[in-house]
């Protein structure tokens, strides 16, 4: 098997590193630090004029949904140079995926209204879903879900609270999770359903993370300063928002999860830090009397984190080759969750070794590595086993889809 780029391919990477070098200017960079989140930068993050700008010159090389079809405003190309793009693009904190912004579940699964309407304007940006899925008193057992929605005609009435809501506050649209048929076994009875966030009815309060104050680095993985707690009461929305069947949105929202996992996004999010250290180790020889470029022990270790990052490469090809062929994905997605936050916990606490009490200095402090860059990975990692479903769920969908394990006797 040829794990090689094509020519041309690799001619793409080129153009898009060439791009970076001349558009990604400091002025670009100013406006996007003054409006720093701790998070990759989507145009719909910022509003500024060189930052606008930028976003648009993307745009006007057709790289946003170059793999989506051209009557959804796509490029109809293929998922391979997506990646490349994006890839390129993620290493300098600029996001264009559309994983986790709803387009591959409303491809998969919405009606062809809702791909007419939904998918242009994720594609330029026009419209931007929050995720509704976890709630206060659920934790990692997201079938537990107890946000109601009842059907009342021609509508349906949201009652309920989610929490966690990242982007609420700036999406226009909440791709939310409720129960349709509270008599249904656990996993059945649900429903996904895309609101818009201005209906009467939603509330949006901020949680502040503690990578508020002081305010995480822009590269920082999981450096989110701001989630949100979002509630309902007697919210309307009609029933063409209904995404997939009623009472059968558990399966959308799996299936919507494990697509929204491929590509150089959640790939990256596992594996930056591995760069991170390389970058700086090869770039910093000396911390005073200590050289971490010839420590043994370190060399070793980072080859031995290097060589693990490779397999979440690997697992992300394989997933987007499966997805380009049309073949059946099942549990790819979660095979990805489960390795990749995993290592990149590995990686943030070897890290954390090597740099000694340098890796407690938080952005501001005189003497802090990279504005306190590894302290604040450290600060974060730990989600990402929890974030969009625990490693332990990810574990038993594996051996359920993937190896046809039964599920476990209880009691």
């Known amino acids: ?32 630090e003054e409006h720093n989140e701790g998070r990759p930068f989507h145009r719909t993050a910022c509003r500024t004029p ?15 949904g170059i793999s989506y079809p051209k009557k959804y405003g796509g ?7 997506q990646y490349i793009v994006e890839e390129e693009l993620y290493r300098v904190n600029i996001s264009i995926s559309l994983g986790g912004s709803g387009a591959p579940a409303i491809m998969a699964a919405g009606t062809e209204e809702q791909k ?16 509704g899925f976890t ?33 609420a506050e700036s999406a226009t649209h909440i791709y939310i999770m409720v129960r349709t048929n509270k008599d249904a076994p656990k996993h059945e009875g649900i429903s996904i359903l895309l609101v818009p966030m201005d209906t009467p009815g939603i509330t949006i309060r901020p949680l502040w993370s503690i990578q508020n104050n002081p305010r995480a680095p822009q590269t920082t993985t999981y450096g989110h300063a701001r989630t949100n707690e979002t509630f309902y009461d007697n919210v309307r929305v009609h029933k063409s928002a209904l995404l997939g069947e009623e009472n059968k949105g558990w399966r959308v929202g799996s299936m919507g999860l494990n697509l929204d996992r491929v590509g ?14 390389v ?51 099942t549990y790819e997605g979660s095979a990805e969750k489960v390795w990749a936050p995993e290592h990149g916990v590995r990686t943030t606490e070897a890290i954390t070794q090597m740099l000694g009490p340098y890796a407690q200095l938080l952005n501001g402090s005189p003497h802090a590595i990279r504005g306190g860059l590894f302290a604040h990975n450290l600060m974060g990692a730990f989600q990402s086993g929890i974030n969009h479903g625990s490693v332990q769920v990810m574990r038993d969908q594996v051996a359920r889809r993937g190896l046809e394990m039964p599920r476990a006797r209880r009691g």
């Open 1 to 32: 098997m040829d794990f090689a780029f094509t020519p041309e391919q690799e001619a793409l990477r080129q153009e898009v590193r060439d791009f970076i070098a001349k558009e990604f200017t400091p002025e670009v960079y100013a406006e996007m």
């Open 50 to 64: 060189h930052v606008s700008a930028f976003f648009q010159k993307i745009a006007d090389r057709g790289w946003y």
């Open 75 to 81: 490029q109809g190309g293929d998922r391979i140079s």
């Open 116 to 131: 007419q309407y939904f998918i242009p304007k994720l594609i330029s940006g026009e419209v931007m879903f929050a995720q």
């Open 135 to 167: 709630e206060p008193r659920g934790g990692a057992d997201l079938a537990s879900l107890q946000c109601r929605a009842v059907r009342d005609g021609d509508y349906y009435v949201i009652n309920g609270q989610k929490i966690y809501t990242s982007n």
């Open 264 to 277: 150089a996004a959640r790939y990256l999010i596992s594996v930056r830090r591995d760069e991170d250290i």
């Open 279 to 329: 970058n700086w180790i090869k770039s910093s020889r000396d911390m005073g009397d200590f050289s971490p470029a010839d420590d043994e022990a370190i060399r070793d270790k980072v080859a031995e984190l290097w060589i693990e990052a490779q397999v979440c490469r690997l697992m992300t090809m394989r997933s987007m080759s499966i997805v380009e062929r049309g073949g059946k994905f």
